[in-house]
Nanobody
């Protein structure tokens, strides 16, 4: 499966963004889709994921209440809604796909998008 992210932008603290991840290829519904991010000088980290059955998995409990994920299997698209953004949310956001489950190890994921830049600054 091939993935393309979009929706990244510069936003002020407290603002919101919605990222999109569009997948091409068969059997999109069989895939878990996760969102990872990488801040400058830091390792890539998982944020939130949707299993193939639509269950939400948070990799960081601190994001609960601010980040939500949804998927539209007809449009082959997964959305990441981010609210109340802070400068610590700045980074390149990647979506990734793997069959069925939301693995915490980034190395377990099969496909990655090219990333979209999110910058939170006044």
């Amino acid at each position: 499966v091939q993935l393309v992210e979009s929706g990244g932008n510069l936003v002020q603290p407290g603002g919101s963004l919605r990222l999109s991840c569009v997948a091409s290829g068969p059997s999109f519904g069989a895939y878990a889709i996760g969102w990872f991010r990488q801040a400058p000088g830091k390792e890539r980290e998982g944020t939130i994921c949707s299993t193939s059955s639509g269950r939400t998995v948070y990799y960081n409990d601190n994001l609960k209440g601010r980040f939500t994920i949804s998927r539209d299997d007809v449009k082959n698209t997964v959305y990441l809604q981010m609210n109340d953004l802070t400068p610590e949310d700045t980074g390149v956001y990647y979506c990734a796909a793997v069959v069925r489950w939301c693995y915490s190890d980034a190395g377990a994921w099969d496909s990655w998008g090219q990333g979209t830049q999110v910058s939170v600054s006044a």
